[in-house]
């Protein structure tokens, strides 16, 4: 029995009790291949990659039934269980990361004197809402190319461009040498094979130096960082010029601008309302803004794509894709999806939005800065 283990050797190596090996041969989590002579249970070298597996996994958190699951999967051999590991570990360090961040930020606040607001102080617990919903995003969440040329036109001759708040990098360049940050381990694990490397940070603290990148960009995500004004600042530090497509809540009825939300769901401006103003955002980086138009076919599946083709917004899978709908809650959403199918069927809808059938783009209040 020499290439054989002793319970007890094999606990003293693991640090577990021998109880807990019994218990793991008992259940069949971890059963030991061989008995020695006197009838004590005799661990393979097989038999230990086995535990090895069943104590990682266990210390990651899993429960007994799902370590038995994962462990008894005949499709995933001992290198494919190592890179899960590696991956759930790395997942947890860059979470435990993004915390320990926060909390830097909320010390150094509460040492200026600057009182943290309750938002502020969730925001410790990093991009909660995209490591909830991010999961769903890849199923509409793409590159529009009419607004990916605006984007990238905007860039100009940038060679380094920093892309902040990245999610699955939907509009970051290929032809240049891009870093991207995204705070939220879900967002950054959807990222596709061969992508930019990516940051686990938050906008309002990029971990770089003044000035590293020609550009900063940032699509679709100012409207859900904890400090819009600091991150934009941030980027302002760290590049020589700044490009962000976000949203205008300046002018007086801006909610009415889109049928979604005038008629349907009008706690979508319940959801901005702290938001800073196009003008205070623009004046942080010192940019001018241009609007840019959603086409009737967008094909990223933003809150207003789907202007022209309304039937979309009564998916399920096309609303899980847009942050809104979470934030509104589901009474909200339950009574808009309800009412505009109602009004789909009866016609209302129509009549009421008949004059958008024309229309190749739409004005919606998305606006690109640039500085
Ligand atoms: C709607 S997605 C946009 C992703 C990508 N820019 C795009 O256009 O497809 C918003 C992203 O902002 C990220 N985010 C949330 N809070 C952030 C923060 N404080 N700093 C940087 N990014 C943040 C979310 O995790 C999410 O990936």
């Known amino acids: 029995m020499d290439d054989h283990w002793t319970v007890g050797r094999v606990a003293e190596l693991a640090g577990v009790s021998v109880r807990t090996l019994h218990h793991y041969d008992d259940i069949g989590l971890v059963r030991p291949s061989a008995r020695t002579a006197a009838g004590y249970r005799a661990y ?134 891009v870093i991207a940050v995204e705070p939220s381990a879900v967002m950054r694990g959807q990222r596709p094979a061969g992508s930019a490397p990516c940051v686990a940070a938050a906008a309002e603290s990029l971990p770089f130096e003044d000035g590293a990148f020609d ?38 009825g801006w909610q009415d601008r889109f049928w979604l939300t005038r008629d349907y769901l009008p706690e979508f401006a319940g959801v901005l309302a702290e938001f ?13 803004a241009e609007p840019v138009p959603v086409p009737w076919d967008c094909a990223d ?5 789907y202007w022209r083709r309304p039937e979309a917004y009564l ?25 505009l199918g109602d009004d789909l069927a009866s016609g209302r809808w129509a009549e009421r939005n008949g004059d958008l059938a024309d229309l190749d783009a739409a004005d919606l209040g998305l606006r690109l800065l640039m500085a």
């Open 276 to 288: 800073p103003s196009l003008a205070a955002m623009a004046d942080a980086i010192g940019a001018r």
């Open 301 to 305: 599946g933003l809150f207003e794509a």
């Open 44 to 177: 393979s070298a097989d038999d230990m990659e086995r535990l090895r597996e069943v104590l990682a996994y266990r210390r990651l958190g899993f429960g007994l039934r799902e370590v038995a699951q994962l462990v008894g999967d005949p499709s995933t051999d001992a290198a494919a269980h190592l890179r899960r590991l590696r991956g759930l570990l790395l997942e947890r360090r860059d979470r435990a990361d993004a915390m320990v961040a926060a909390i830097d930020r909320e010390l150094e606040a509460r040492a200026k004197g600057r009182k943290v607001t309750p938002e502020e102080q969730l925001e410790v617990l990093g991009a909660r809402l995209y490591d909830t919903i991010g999961g769903a995003y890849p199923a509409t969440r793409r590159t529009e190319p009419r607004i990916a040329a605006r984007i990238w036109g905007a860039l100009g001759d940038a060679r380094t461009v920093l892309n902040v708040g990245a999610g699955t990098g939907s509009y970051e360049p290929t032809d240049r040498e």
């Open 215 to 252: 550009v900063a960009m940032a699509v679709s995500t100012v409207h859900h960082w904890g400090d819009p004004i600091v991150g934009l600042r941030e980027m302002r530090r760290v590049a020589r010029r700044v490009v962000v497509l976000t949203f205008d809540t300046d002018e007086p």
């Open 315 to 339: 998916e399920e899978h096309v609303r899980r894709a847009m942050s809104v709908w979470t934030r509104v809650g589901p009474k909200a959403e339950r009574r808009a999806v309800r009412s």
